[in-house]
């Protein structure tokens, strides 16, 4: 069992930056990739970034790529989303999720991931 805490999120104008953290608790041995995923009211939880148990491979969605930035410290259990050049359609529930090895690794897919965060509000004002 894997548990996923996120912080970080806030309301920031727009044009501005935001670090949102996921910690990570228990079976943390496991070589677990890692996601973040966003949902606002009314929409499609939508694929942000992905990242390899490694970090020698990241993946980006296409609404965010050259803005949000995904890395992470395995000694330290954590995974982070830089965000840059926020907009105000950013605003969502931001959630972090954990993903087990598998043949294939479906970055943007959300079934992929077992374990998910309680999630984090990120609001980008006008």
């Known amino acids: 069992q894997v548990q996923l805490v996120e912080s970080g999120g806030g309301l920031v104008q727009a044009g501005g930056s935001l670090r949102l953290s996921c910690a990570a608790s228990g079976r943390t041995f496991s070589p677990y990739a890692m996601g973040w995923f966003r949902q606002a009211p009314g929409k499609e939880r939508e694929f942000v970034a992905a990242?390899?148990?490694?970090?020698?491979?990241?993946y980006t969605g296409d609404s965010v790529k050259g803005r949000f930035t995904i890395s992470r410290d395995n000694a330290k259990n954590t995974v982070t989303l830089q965000m840059t050049g926020l907009k105000p359609e950013d605003t969502a529930v931001y959630y972090c999720?954990?993903?087990?090895?598998?043949?294939?690794?479906?970055?943007?897919?959300?079934?992929?991931?077992?374990?998910w965060g309680q999630g984090t509000q990120v609001t980008v004002s006008s």
């Open positions: 990242i390899r148990w490694s970090g020698g491979s990241t």
């Open positions: 999720a954990a993903a087990p090895p598998g043949l294939y690794f479906l970055a943007a897919t959300s079934g992929t991931y077992k374990y």
